[in-house]
């Protein structure tokens, strides 16, 4: 169980980090995605804010990944999904601009951003109280 709490808090950090690098350092190139810009003016602040937020929410998944307490752990799922499921919602209400296809692939995406951390922020009721690894420290949940 472990591992898998493991490998998804790391595939939400790591996918965080390259979002993140991509739209604070290349925000035009982030902004012309279709499912991006969505017909809207680009605006590079904006742009670079997302990008850097992004890149804090990664800091929070990848302590999760690391620690593995299950108070940061639950923290770091429910972190991100504060931001999915918001996402998704503002999403599914602008998506008049895409063809169907690209549309129907955005939402699938969305959703199972969603799901995996649900799934797994459920996991996490299954654990002990503590689930720490036994290389970082006394096994207590700080």
């Given at each position: 169980?472990?591992?898998?709490?493991?490998?998804?808090?790391?595939?939400?950090a790591a996918t965080q980090t390259v979002v993140g690098v991509w739209?604070?350092?290349?925000?035009?190139?982030?902004?012309?995605l279709e499912v991006v810009g969505m017909g809207m003016a680009y605006n590079e602040h904006l742009m670079r804010d997302y990008g850097a937020m992004t890149l804090a929410s990664a800091v929070v998944l990848g302590a999760a990944t690391i620690h593995?307490?299950?108070?940061?752990?639950?923290?770091a799922f429910?972190?991100?999904l504060a931001w999915a499921v918001p996402?998704?919602?503002?999403?599914?209400?602008?998506?008049?601009?895409?063809?169907?296809?690209?549309?129907?692939?955005l939402m699938v995406a969305l959703g199972?951003?969603?799901a995996l951390p649900a799934g797994l922020l459920v996991l996490t009721e299954r654990e002990p109280r503590t689930f720490d690894d036994s290389r970082t420290g006394s096994g207590t949940d700080r």
């Open positions: 169980m472990r591992r898998l709490l493991r490998a998804g808090l790391g595939f939400l739209a604070l350092f290349l925000p035009a190139r982030f902004f012309a593995m307490g299950q108070w940061m752990t639950r923290t429910v972190m991100y996402h998704f919602l503002v999403h599914l209400t602008m998506l008049d601009h895409l063809a169907p296809s690209t549309a129907t692939l199972l951003a969603i």
